[in-house]
């Protein structure tokens, strides 16, 4: 999988595209960020160093932990997080983080439905990339329009 191109984007497009690129290089521990829509479709994703794997690497599909894989592990976990706060009479869900042995991973709602999902060293700074979570919601949430998602949506399916 190739990254996607911002040639021909809308401003709005790449400033998005920016302010991901923005929190993976900015923000110590971050391994990878992904926003998925609603439907679980992923819409951007800034995924350094894991996006040039060839088929001689033996990986067809791109390489385990990759964006597409993280934009499924965010969709599912938005899912059923969402379901139990259901269950338990809880109203929305605004942050799940699972931290594990080897590396977190963080998911939060943007304003839309979709969600912001981020893959993490295992020493990270929780609280940092919290914050800079809740920063790019705030800037991304109220542009994050259905023409906007259809636009990423599109780019995505091209880079594929």
């Known amino acids: 999988m190739t990254a996607p191109s911002t040639f021909g984007l809308s401003t709005e497009a790449r400033n998005l595209h920016w ?6 290089e900015e923000v110590p521990g971050v391994h990878s960020v992904t926003v998925v829509s609603s439907d679980g479709l992923m819409l951007l994703s800034s995924d350094p160093g894991r996006q040039t794997a060839t088929a001689t690497d033996g990986l067809q599909d791109g ?5 597409a894989d993280l934009a499924t592990i965010v969709s599912g976990i938005g899912s059923l997080t969402i379901g139990a706060a ?4 809880g109203g929305g869900v605004k942050q799940t983080m699972v931290a594990m042995d080897e590396g977190s991973v963080f998911v939060m709602s943007i304003s839309d439905g979709s969600l912001l999902g981020v893959h993490a ?6 609280s940092v990339i919290a914050y800079h979570m809740a920063l790019f919601v705030g800037r991304a949430g109220h ?3 259905p ?14």
């Open 19 to 24: 302010l991901l690129s923005n929190l993976v």
């Open 63 to 67: 390489p385990r932990g990759s964006s």
């Open 147 to 160: 023409e906007l998602r259809s636009e990423l949506r599109k780019s995505m399916e091209s880079a594929q």
């Open 86 to 89: 259901k269950l338990m009479d």
């Open 143 to 145: 542009v994050l329009t």
């Open 121 to 126: 060293t295992p020493d990270c700074d929780m």
